[in-house]
């Protein structure tokens, strides 16, 4: 894989990611391999067993990380429920390296969400009372998988828990699935926003109202 990096390509990605001093991304590294190009890879290496993408989970390259999430995302999409629950508690045994926003979301729905989509979901509670920024974020993205079947009510949950957060992402994450609520039950998204939107943080608020109507998103806004 590292003979497709892009050294140039790297340092943008660097600044994207806010790796920096102090920044939500610090210290992770890039090869500048752009993501078609690590699908490409994953589809080829799907056969990895656990103990190979636990590797690449350990490196300190972002791609390598985001590969074995694909890769396991992959795994699981075929896996019976036997192997799905290996894989939900190897993701989950592994938080500490899926420490960034785009591995976070490109994972947590299709893993975590869609595994206790028949199950109990006190494990969603949890995660969103963590002192960990990606376990937060896990926990509000597992729960698109419950929007998708129209299972609305865990989000909402989820979002009175992180209603006063206080980091970028985490507002960001709860405005965006109170979005895809509204997609799906613009009733509800309201209701709950009619209750909470004052006490909500702006990020969160103009993420949740974004497809409204200018009037409805002004009233909102100005109250």
């Known amino acids: 894989m590292d003979c497709q990096a892009n050294p140039e390509k790297a340092k943008i990605l660097s600044r994207f990611f806010k790796t920096g001093k102090g920044e939500y991304g610090e210290g992770d590294k890039f090869l500048g391999i752009t ?6 890879n994953s ?17 300190k390259y972002h ?3 985001l590969t074995g999430l694909i890769i396991l995302t992959l795994k699981y999409k075929k896996a019976d429920e036997i192997f799905k629950k290996q894989i939900f508690n190897f993701y989950l045994k592994n938080t500490k390296h899926i420490n960034n926003w785009d591995l976070v979301d490109l994972t947590a ?8 989509l028949d199950k109990d979901r006190s494990l969603i509670y949890k995660l969103s009372l963590s002192k960990h920024l990606w376990e937060r974020r896990i926990a509000v993205l597992s729960t698109f998988a419950f929007i998708r079947e129209s299972q609305l009510q865990d989000t909402l949950r989820v ?12 507002q960001k994450a709860v405005g965006w699935m109170l979005r895809e609520i509204g997609k799906r039950n613009l009733t509800i998204e309201e209701e709950f926003l009619k209750k909470y939107f004052k006490q909500m943080g702006r990020t969160a ?6 497809k409204f109507p200018e009037e409805k998103r002004k009233y909102y806004l100005s109250v």
Request: glycine content about 2%; proline content about 4%.
């Open 35 to 40: 993501v078609p190009i690590q699908r490409q």
């Open 43 to 59: 589809k080829k290496y799907i056969n990895l067993e656990l103990k190979d993408i636990q590797k690449l989970l350990n490196s």
């Open 109 to 116: 729905p299709n893993i975590i969400g869609n595994y206790l």
């Open 159 to 170: 979002t009175k828990i992180l209603i006063n957060d206080k980091h970028d992402l985490i």
């Open 63 to 65: 791609e390598h990380r």
């Open 205 to 210: 608020l103009r993420y949740a109202i974004e």
